[in-house]
């Protein structure tokens, strides 16, 4: 089995598939107010839905997404507006890696990450 796509429940689906979309450059495949389908450079689609009676919103979610150069995309991403979690470094497992938020997608944090060995 293969995943199809991730899904997020958060507030504003619109909002946060905008924000993604300038942020990170994610292509806005569907956007209906109520849910919104971004396609990223690889993998399964991210779709933002509202979220429905009895579930709770997406928190402490924690997306990891392979770049080639994790300041470039660091910095690109703070310069349309993420919100700085983490500066560039070089982890202990062998990877440098870096987190951003987005506001308008709250509880969700994207972290950009390479090899060290590129």
Do not use: C
Request: aromatic fraction near 6%.
């Amino acid at each position: 089995m293969t995943i199809r796509a991730i899904t997020l429940a958060i507030a504003n689906p619109s909002q946060g598939a905008t924000a993604i979309n300038r942020i990170l450059g994610w292509e806005i495949e569907e956007d209906f107010g109520a849910f919104a389908s971004l396609k990223p450079p690889t993998g399964p689609p991210l779709w933002l839905n509202v979220p429905h009676d009895g579930e709770d919103l997406t928190s402490g979610l924690v997306l990891h997404i392979a770049t080639d150069d994790v300041d470039r995309s660091f910095h690109n991403a703070t310069s349309q507006g993420a919100i700085k979690v983490r500066q560039p470094q070089n982890m202990d497992y062998g990877e440098r890696s870096a987190s951003v938020a987005i506001g308008e997608v709250p509880g969700v944090t994207f972290d950009f990450s390479s090899p060290l060995d590129r």
